[in-house]
């Protein structure tokens, strides 16, 4: 151990009997760091925490299997008897002594104190999967004079000599060490708790443009960098909500190129008027060299439609392809080898890059479209550029979490694309706009009503400010 590690434990080792009591002083700090972890970690995971201390946060994870490591054993000592459930280990963040893997490991205020940040990144991908997720809070640089003044006059928890890393500075180490951030943002405007004051300040002021970049907490999700895969190993579920479109049903299933192992196409109708189901059922009988299924949704609207077909679904991607076919079905391919290739997690259509043809949307359309892509960004934290691009690609398995997780959010789009966004940007699976050139309609009428979705994504909007932002 280095004679600058040796002087780190017994600093902290020397703090350790009155970690709890500093805690409860930086209450408010403390509470909105556990509230902001428990938003992004599901409780019952694999959960290793870097820096762990005396392993409140940890233990506030309800973790299926919790790992706690700090530099100082007096801390993991101290742990270890508040929390006999839990694991603790005294190791060195820089020189992890582990041969297991995480689903999430939480490295909170720890980078600060480390004496080669990129060096201990490289270790925590060690504990990693391909799907895990690496969860850092570290302090806003702007503060710097505000912290070094509270702890001098003995308002604040001591620490050692702290790196003041910006948030770039953070991004590139983690690219450097093999890892890509997902989301990032700032939390804790006001660290101070009075009562109804400091709620209020923190969950609705200090998340509002500019005001957020004055806020006390960086963090950021990051997850392994996408790694060599075999593209063609998995199986796809084509799902094609139809509503008296007969007219597009046969491109729907000639204009589909091969993809991976196998293509399933399952078509859901809201009881189309205009002979829909009678040519799927004629494409069915004059292409039984192609997997097609059929079957009547059970409610109205879209989103009612898509579930019902993913939950019909066997293969291991999950597409939505609208049956107007204004988004080239001959583009599918591009999205397979997107999610199959590790590129991301959800892969979204976006009509807003390539020239769209004369009346693909109408100009306030098209306006609208990129106000609202502006909105959802900072709301999820994730760029997003079209949110109403029919065409969303994401893995089965995170589908099925996604459900699993949908009484967070309730049944509330009408759509289903918000749905599948924001259980996207809850699961903190990395989302990638596709780029598309959108087509005209060639039979059929729209079924966007200008003005009236626009006052749902407006609501939409506030919805998710509400679950997703403002917590």
């Given at each position: 151990m280095t004679d600058s590690k040796q002087t780190k434990r017994e600093f902290f080792d020397r703090l350790a009997q009155t970690r709890r009591?500093?805690?409860?002083?930086?209450?408010?700090y403390h509470d909105s760091i556990a509230d902001l972890m428990r938003f992004i970690v599901p409780r019952g995971k694999k959960v290793a925490e870097i820096g762990c201390a005396t392993g409140e946060l940890l233990a506030a994870l309800e973790p299926s299997e919790g790992l706690g490591v700090d530099l100082s054993p007096a801390m993991v000592e101290l742990a270890a008897k508040e929390f006999p459930k839990l694991e603790f280990l005294a190791a060195d963040a820089e020189n992890l002594p582990l041969d297991r893997k995480f689903d999430y490991v939480v490295m909170s205020d720890v980078i600060g104190s480390l004496d080669d940040v990129q060096k201990a990144f490289?270790?925590?991908?060690?504990?990693?999967?391909?799907?895990?997720?690496?969860?850092?809070?570290?302090?806003n640089k702007l503060w710097y004079p505000v912290i070094a003044s509270a702890e001098a006059l003995g308002l604040k928890s001591p620490n050692p000599e702290q790196n003041w890393l910006t948030v770039g500075d953070v991004r590139n180490l983690?690219?450097?060490?093999?890892?890509?951030?997902?989301?990032?943002?700032?939390?804790?405007?006001?660290?101070?708790?009075?009562p109804l004051i400091t709620p209020l300040i923190n969950k609705i002021i200090g998340n509002l443009p500019l005001f957020n970049n004055l806020c006390l907490v960086n963090y950021m999700v990051a997850k392994p960098l996408r790694r060599e895969t075999n593209a063609n190993h998995l199986s796809v579920s084509i799902i094609v909500p139809t509503m008296n479109e007969s007219g597009?049903?046969?491109?729907?299933?000639?204009?589909?190129?091969?993809?991976?192992t196998h293509v399933e196409t399952i078509f859901v109708d809201g009881h189309s008027t205009d002979g829909t189901v009678e040519k799927i059922h004629e494409v069915i009988a004059k292409h039984p060299e192609k997997d097609i299924k059929f079957a009547f949704q059970d409610g109205k609207g879209k989103a009612n439609a898509v579930f019902k077909g993913f939950d019909m679904a066997t293969g291991d991607i999950l597409m939505i392809l609208d049956s107007d076919l204004t988004m080239p079905p001959e583009d599918l391919p591009k999205f397979y080898q997107a999610i199959a290739g590790g590129a991301g997690e959800f892969i979204n259509g976006c009509r807003l890059v390539y020239p769209m043809e004369g009346q693909a949307m109408r100009t306030l359309n098209y306006f609208a479209n990129h106000f609202f892509s502006l909105a959802f960004t900072w709301l999820l934290g994730q760029r997003l550029k079209d949110t109403l691009c029919g065409t969303k690609v994401l893995l089965r398995s995170d589908y099925e979490e996604i459900k699993r997780n949908r009484s967070f959010f309730g049944d509330f789009d009408p759509f289903g694309d918000f749905d599948l966004l924001f259980g996207a940007a809850k699961l903190n699976l990395k989302i990638v706009d596709m780029p598309i050139r959108y087509k005209d309609r060639v039979y059929g009428d729209i079924k966007i009503h200008r003005f009236r979705h626009g006052i749902l994504l407006l609501q939409m909007c506030a919805f998710a400010a509400r679950k997703i932002k403002f917590i």
């Open positions: 009591s500093w805690k409860q002083r930086a209450r408010a490289e270790e925590t991908l060690k504990i990693t999967t391909p799907r895990s997720r690496v969860v850092i809070t570290f302090y983690l690219e450097l060490a093999g890892f890509e951030v997902v989301k990032s943002g700032r939390r804790l405007l006001f660290p101070i708790e009075i597009n049903i046969e491109g729907a299933i000639t204009r589909v190129a091969a993809m991976g």
